[in-house]
């Protein structure tokens, strides 16, 4: 016989208060963590490995945990592949994805891992493993969100040994989804102002790799997906949700196993990936985040929106993070044509909507008039403000906004001062030709020098004046990834140390400027992920404003991460991108589905113009915790081809809801389906009104139950091209 089949199958069940979030039984050797709705549980098997046993629904505490004990299926697949492993170290007879691969002086470059001991703290446990032979220590993380049931994974990598050894591939989590074979993934793709086009492929045998190799965070990929199965459907079934928190080069493998396991690897992408590490010496992992849902994918957003708020972004003392101001941004009106008297101008029609804070965007520094020269340079450009920023912001914090500005420190132009001082900073590979992106350079921030001075412009331009807000861009990929002063070993520990070192000039900024708040941008959404959110407020989504194509941008971005987080801006029309021709409501109506911004020329809308933007900001700041915090259901998506965008927003008491629905265009005399609600209080009665001052039609009540919008809904008539309608509800009784 060929196959020796799967043996022995422990059983058991644990007692204990249901209170507690991380637990062991000593009997089963299983570790199960519980929060939320979610059961995670892995087990040491009975060779020592560390073996994946449940992840999914909260099961209840007296269930049993059935956790086979796995051998190989043949002489091809012995135990070490068929055996789901929590954290798998590339050796004995591995042909899975590895979560660590290390080469050691001698040559030797098998790693197996077998757990040795571990420690329980509250919502964590913390398992230790190390080779059968060789002191490479893995301690790995799990701490469970008590309240969303969110996990978060990583490793650390310790060598104990008296050599130096190579770490080769490491990755934060191995996470595994029992066998089927009807499961889907899905993704995001995208490029500069296309970015967060959403994928979907079926889970098969072989690969499927999502990553970025570009240094940084990217658009080509973002690090996070969704994997459902057949039955799921936007507010049911199974859905599994994870996302790395790192912004630099990443990976992400998913592959279903010999067995028909799912297999999911996440950590630092391998890909021009070594990692010296000296005797004694830890690295340590991004987090994988990883949640679960019985609500289908809409579920899944909400889980992660919610553990977002709750755990991810910087809080200033409050129970929420703040609330994003409604900002006003210069660049497409004067793109790097910024002078005191044209921004004073815009900054006086801006407040007069009111706009709560003016940003200053590029062409501000140096001998900044084009993208060819200046970056680096942070100082103040004469010509363009001879009494520095000083009287600009005076001005605008009269007029009642707060002020912001944008950098892009960690580039520089060739044609800068820094450069011609410090060409050694630049990234490079010794005596070889520098690619350029947008006319710009890389700074290499890995090394401490750079570092230091990054941090000293910034914290020198937040002390000398009154800024309370930074975009901070970043505006093009690595190329030539040499650190030509680092040890030959060490060179390509730029891919963390670059990162490292970019999280610790926000964390010190922030300790030194508490309340100054920072918006994530890279040309658009190319650097969007949760480990640059725990340092941000805001991410700026794309470079696209077309209120249309903004449309389905924002409903990849929202797949992952929370509307409040995510900036919108009303811009002009036809729009730069696909010369468009909208009207302005249906662009506020787009762009009040994030955080607000408006980012046209002022001086070029009229007396209509100005009082419907009037209108509409002031509907804004009507809804806008509803729409930043609320839970944010995706209605109506039977059709994704008749490009309908039908979102409701419900805050979190419920006492008020915020409806959108948007349609590129209608056809023939096409009756809209119904808009029945979710998420209401079915008891409550909620009045229904118009985002602008026209009536509802008078086939939709003035007020109504929750049951009433949620089971009868509303009607909705649109014609036309790119038009749409926003309703407030809100509770009267
Ligand atoms: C790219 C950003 O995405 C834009 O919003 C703008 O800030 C430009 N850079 C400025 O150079």
Known sequence: MLFRLLVGAGLFAFAGPAAAQARYDKASRIFRLDGGDVTYAFKVNASGILQSVYWGKRLPDSAPLAAPELSGLSGFDVATNVVPQEFAGQGGGLYAEPALKVTYPDGNRDLVLYYRDHQIDGDEIRVTLSDLDRPIFVTLTYRIDRDTGVVARSAVIENRSTGD??????????????????????????RWAAEWTLQERPLRTGATVLESRRGSTGSENNPWFQITRANTTEESGPAWIGALGWSGSWRMSFDQDVTGRVRIVGGFNPFDFAYRLRPGAKLETPMFYVGFSDQGRGGASRLFHRFERERILPRRGGDAPALRKVLYNSWEATEFKVNEAEQLALATRAASLGVERFVMDDGWFGARDSDHAGLGDWTVNPRKFPNGLTPLIDRVKALGMDFGLWVEPEMVN???????????????????????????????????????????????????????????????NWSE?????????????????????????????????????????????????????????????????????????????????????????????????????????????????????????????????????????????????????????????????????????????????????????????????????????????????????????????????????MNHGVDVTLRGDFVGVGMILTRVR
């Open 414 to 476: 060739p044609d800068s001062d820094l450069f011609r001082a410090h060409p050694d900073w630049a990234m490079q590979y010794k005596g070889r030709p520098r690619t350029e992106g947008r006319n710009q350079l890389v700074l290499n921030l890995a090394r401490t020098d750079v570092r230091d001075h990054v941090l000293k412009v910034l914290d020198d331009l937040l002390t000398q004046n009154d800024i309370a807000f930074l975009k901070w861009d970043y505006n093009r």
């Open 481 to 709: 990834p040499g650190w030509p002063d680092a040890d030959v070993a060490d060179q390509q520990t730029i891919y963390v140390a670059y990162v490292r070192n970019l999280y610790y000039i926000l964390d010190e900024l922030r300790r030194r400027h508490p309340a100054i708040e920072i918006e994530s941008c890279s040309g658009g959404g190319g650097r969007v992920d949760l480990g640059i959110m725990a340092r941000t407020d805001e991410m700026w989504p794309s470079d696209n404003t077309d209120p249309f194509d903004r449309l389905q941008i924002q409903d990849g971005y929202t797949q992952a991460y929370a509307p409040g987080t995510m900036m919108a801006w009303v811009t002009d029309s036809p729009n730069w991108v696909n010369q468009r021709q909208t009207t302005l409501p249906f662009r506020f109506l787009s762009a009040m589905q994030g955080g607000l911004g408006i980012g046209t020329n002022l001086n070029r809308w009229g007396d209509a113009d100005m009082a419907t933007a009037r209108y509409y900001v002031a509907s804004y700041k009507r809804i806008r915790e509803t729409v930043q915090h609320g839970s944010l259901y995706r209605l109506n998506r039977e059709n994704p081809a008749d490009a309908r965008w039908t979102n409701l927003y419900v805050a979190q008491d419920r006492a008020r809801a915020a409806l959108f629905t948007l349609v590129g265009s209608t056809h023939k005399l096409d009756v809209m389906p119904t808009i029945q609600l979710l998420g209401l209080d079915p008891d409550a009665v909620y009045r229904i009104e118009a985002m602008d001052s026209t009536p509802l039609p008078a086939t939709i009540p003035a007020q109504a139950t929750g049951a009433y919008w």
């Open 165 to 190: 050894v190579r770490l080769d591939q490491v990755a934060a989590a191995g996470l595994t989804l029992p066998v089927a074979y009807d499961y889907r993934l899905h993704y995001s793709t995208g």
